[in-house]
């Protein structure tokens, strides 16, 4: 009986959320299953993902083979470099203790990694909403300015024909009357 490490599929449309489990190759997908591992979320950034490392060792260990997703996934959290280990101690190449030290440097480099890229994407998240709240202000200022232009009243503007040279007959008529006046 061949046995795989695979995602069996649940959710909503459009909204996929996939379990880890160990189930025999002929059994389809969504079917029945040996042992849940745990579960995947591709729709989080990065993807969430969460299993049990021991059971998923102990399975790879024993020979299931993995899909490429969930190879990749096992890759990612390392139990494929534990596996190479320990295949190295079970033929005498380390020692159990050089073994496990060399897999606890590694897990810590790679979660600073994702630690380092969580925090990229919420500096670059918060980058962002900064620069849309200043647009949004510079649009209010300016909507703000067009509509207070808007609503001032015009300048009076007074024109005199005087400057170019001609006179109107009431401005000859007032100018008459206050020198009759005087």
Do not use: C
Not at 24 to 40: Q, S
Not at 151 to 163: G, M
């Amino acid at each position: 009986m061949a046995v795989k490490i695979r995602l069996a599929r649940r959710g909503r449309k459009k909204a996929a959320m996939y379990d880890i489990v160990v189930a025999d190759a002929r059994a389809p997908r969504d079917g029945r299953f040996i042992e849940k591992l745990g579960t995947y979320n591709p729709l989080t950034n990065p993807a969430t993902i969460n299993f049990s490392m021991e059971k998923a060792f102990d399975w790879v260990m024993k020979g299931a083979e993995p899909t490429e997703t969930v190879r990749a996934m096992l890759s990612y959290r390392g139990i494929l470099y534990k596996k190479h280990l320990q295949i190295g101690v079970n033929k005498g190449a380390l020692t159990q203790e050089a073994a496990d030290a060399k897999f606890q440097e590694w897990t810590e480099s790679k979660e600073a990694k994702i630690t380092g890229k969580k925090e990229s994407l919420s500096q670059k998240k918060a980058d962002a909403r900064k620069a849309a709240l200043a647009a949004e202000a510079k649009v209010n200022a300016d909507r703000a300015a067009a509509i207070a232009k808007k609503n001032a009243p015009a300048p009076v503007v007074a024109e005199t024909t005087e400057e170019a040279g001609e006179e109107t007959p009431a401005a000859t008529e007032g100018e008459a009357t206050e020198e009759t006046e005087a």
